[in-house]
């Protein structure tokens, strides 16, 4: 706390930005148990009425408005000092771990899979619906997911494994938070070690805000505890590697993140590239160590092909699986119709979306030539899966790109992902995927045109790339 207050504690204005943020996300934890108190219930969906949707609603957006507004504030913040920040960082995150369940039961899965496992039942050959009747943990699993088979990689199945290991919900879910909380801390403490390495003074706590202070980071992986995290520190981890010029180390952050969930796949595929091109022998060798690291990992748990088809399901055409994307917001317009038509709208917007990526991706591998161009590409092609190309996004998934935006040179794309997180946040008070997905990806698509018809506003040499582009 010294850090916060005193000497080197940074500018007046840097401590009133983040008191302002930190009551915000206090206030977010108080709705969480008000909610609880309330309903008296954990389980998130199925519960509720209109009133109480309202109520909380409202309270959500007086609260997360202004710490919204200070978040974008201080990421502009050149005056900050870094370790300020990095203090800071820890006081959000640790208030933001106090929330209870309010707009995800995703938690509940994790602790079912787990349960799973101690019960010997296979998460990846079934849902937690084969859990007993009775079962407390199958009590509180999301009914969209009741009989789904585990969608995550190995690295998260041992997780839930552990936490599945207590007598009780609230001791299995006091250990999955505190798991999920760690983890946070470490990828800040990662960031952190980036920042003071490889970024300019002016920019390097800004851009520590930029992923520390997000307030959308902070309650969907601290608060909500969503299990992204551990795939956040793996590429965190990945990015300090790569920036240090420790290749296979690299390598290995990547697989423990891809391990954990395969959503960083274009990361992975364009670094390879990139080091297929600089130095092949390096670059097998890290494929090996990747490939190795799965094959150990899943072992315990293989059952033949079939045991990739939970976690390979989001690449799957699904009719079922839309939300928050203009692909849903069209399926619903036409299911006005007919259902088939809303199927064949389904179809339309999910091969319109495949098209775009496998476009971008190409564009991708074309343009990497070094380090900072697999980042920036990485970051582009995940921006675009989850603004436009994909049906089915929900929120968190945008903490998937902080990492790679903490060394972005443009200015423009830190922005649009600090507006993209904050407005994000903001959105959960009207809990409505149609809706948030009309008015935020719409409006930050239309910040991105606006900024980018701009030709003044160029990219900035504000990383440095010296050891890994040795």
Known sequence: MQLLRGEGAGPPATRRLLALLALSLAALVVITWVRVGWLRTLLVDRTGTPWSYGLLGLAWLAVSVPG??????????????????????????????????????????????????????????????????GDPFRALVSVNWIDAPSVYGPVLTWLNTLAGRADTVPAAMAIFKLAMLAVTLATVGVAYLVCRRHLAPGRAAPALALFAWNPLLAYEIAGQAHNDGVMLLGLTAFVWAALGGRRLLAVAFLGLAFWAKFAIAPVVGLYLWHLARTDRRKAALGALVFVGMGVLLFLPFWKGPETLLGPLAAVRANPGRMTRSFTEIAAFFAGLASAPLRASAYRIGWTLGQLLLVVLAVRAVRRVRDLASVLHESLVWLLAYLLVASPFVLPWYLTWVLPLALVEADPRLRRLVAFYSALTLVAWCADVPELQAAVVNTWVLVLAARWWRRRGAEAEPSVAYRASAA
Do not use: I, Q
């Open 68 to 133: 919204a507004r200070a978040y974008l504030r201080a990421v502009e913040d050149e005056r900050a000092k870094l370790r300020t920040v990095l203090a800071g960082a820890v006081v959000l995150h640790t208030t933001a771990a106090l929330t209870l369940p309010y707009t995800s039961n995703d938690l509940f899965s994790n602790l079912a899979y787990g349960r799973m496992a101690r019960l010997g039942l296979d998460p990846y050959a079934s849902g937690p619906g084969v859990l007993p009747a």
